[in-house]
């Protein structure tokens, strides 16, 4: 090709590229058809339905057990050496997380500590699901020997001597816990051997009178819970004004490239099949093929937590409970075995995301980039069946995701 011919293809391309930007520019990709607009509003903040009351816990909505329940988060007197509360792990400068692999209180778990911003809606607690509401959940790490490592006798006069008057203002008259010989100073059902012989010793209509004063600090701890909400992000402008057709709102909500990434979300990546809803979380549990970690024991994720609260001491049926058995479908009618619930998690609320490094039950990965990659490739799971298969995603485009997920910053707002 002669070097004129080369030139004047030269301005050809370049003609094309300009021509072509300022299509892009002019005449952007077609707006959102009806379809996807109906997807959109499922996700958009503004749909979360009012909170509804939970039947198991009559306080859930009790302001003066909301105040409580907020100073025993923060209270490290509730715990084995004096230095573990609920807020060590769920530290409200973090988004109500750690930002560690594995959570750490008197000694190190075996799991990622769970955001817990907006869980009032979620029917399962924990990765595994193994807690059917906020108060139960918040009573297992109490007696657990590597979170706050305690029991329920302590507990119980640190209830008397600290917080009486706050306590018989909401749940009634304390027993009398003076008696050191019915009620000693540690016992409780929990591993360490001298506090659960303790425990045993004690007669049945006293561990009664403690374990109650235990149920009630979860419940209030529970309403305290219930109102960390997640709230408006840079998304939920964004959608707001595309259900209103605002186009110069929207331009100014989201870039092109966060656009392209949630079109990919609820597109080609498939994201909400387990990312769905206003919370961006189904609230069940799914088997993604996420690596176990070497040194860890092995984790069966909702197959061992589907059996946990069935026979958990405080679910949904107890007599702790304030539900009907009516109000507890959720527990009655859950799959409880089955090849599918095998290393199947309960993936987390999307909001607030970017800032939650490390990812997945274990902290496996250390970035969203590692998390995309995943998907994209569809590893085969350690055991059971996997849920997903490989995207086939460019960097790019996995790019754009990532770009998308950053908006759903929102301020976190707790009582």
Avoid at 173 to 184: E, G, I, K, N, Q
Wanted: proline share 7%; aromatic share 10%.
């Amino acid at each position: 090709m002669s070097e004129r011919k080369q030139l004047v293809a030269g301005f050809a391309l370049l003609f094309a590229l300009i021509i072509s930007g300022l299509t892009y520019i002019l005449w952007p990709r077609p707006a959102w058809t009806e379809a996807e607009l109906a997807t959109l509003r499922t996700l958009w903040i503004g749909s979360l339905p009012p909170l509804a009351p939970d039947p198991s816990n009559q306080y859930a909505d009790d302001p003066r057990a909301a105040e409580f329940g907020k100073q025993l988060f923060f209270d490290t007197r509730f715990s084995s050496n004096g230095e573990v509360a609920c807020a060590t792990c769920h530290i409200p400068e973090k988004g109500f997380q750690d930002g560690l692999p594995l959570a750490r209180g008197i000694g190190t778990t075996t799991r990622r500590t769970m955001p817990i911003a907006g869980t009032a809606y979620s029917p399962w607690l924990f990765w595994d699901g193994r807690k059917d509401s906020q108060w139960a959940q918040a009573l297992g790490p109490m007696e657990s020997a590597v979170e706050h490592g305690g029991n329920r006798t302590q507990y119980a006069h640190l209830i008397d001597e600290f917080y009486r008057t706050e306590y018989e203002s909401i749940f009634g008259a304390l027993p009398d816990f003076s008696d050191t010989a019915r009620f000693p100073e540690s016992a409780g059902p929990v591993a360490d051997p001298i506090a659960s012989a303790a425990w045993n010793a004690m007669t049945p209509e006293d561990r009664e009178a403690v374990t109650q004063v235990y149920v009630n600090m979860g419940k209030a701890i529970a309403a305290y819970e219930r109102l960390i909400m997640t709230g408006p992000s840079r998304f939920d402008a964004y959608v707001q004004a595309a259900l209103k057709a605002d186009t110069k709102t929207m331009n100014s909500s989201l870039t092109s490239d966060e656009v392209e990434g949630l079109r990919l979300f609820i597109g080609p990546a498939n994201c909400i099949q387990c990312h769905n809803g206003p919370l961006f979380t189904d609230n069940h549990f799914h088997n993604t093929g996420v690596p176990a970690v070497d040194g860890l024991p092995e984790d069966t994720g909702r197959a061992q937590g589907a059996q946990s609260v069935l026979t958990d001491e405080f679910n949904c049926l107890s007599p702790y409970s304030d539900a009907s058995p009516e109000d507890c479908s959720e527990l009655r009618f859950m799959v409880a075995d089955g090849e599918e619930l095998l290393r199947a998690f309960k993936p987390p609320s999307l909001r607030n995301v970017a800032g939650r490094a490390p990812y997945m039950h274990a902290g496996q990965f250390t970035t969203l980039e590692d998390v995309l990659a995943h998907y994209n490739s569809a590893p085969t799971a350690p055991a059971g069946h996997t849920e997903i298969e490989p995207l086939g995603l460019s960097d790019r485009q996995l790019g754009y995701i990532i770009a998308f997920l950053k908006t759903l910053d929102g301020e976190i707002t707790a009582p």
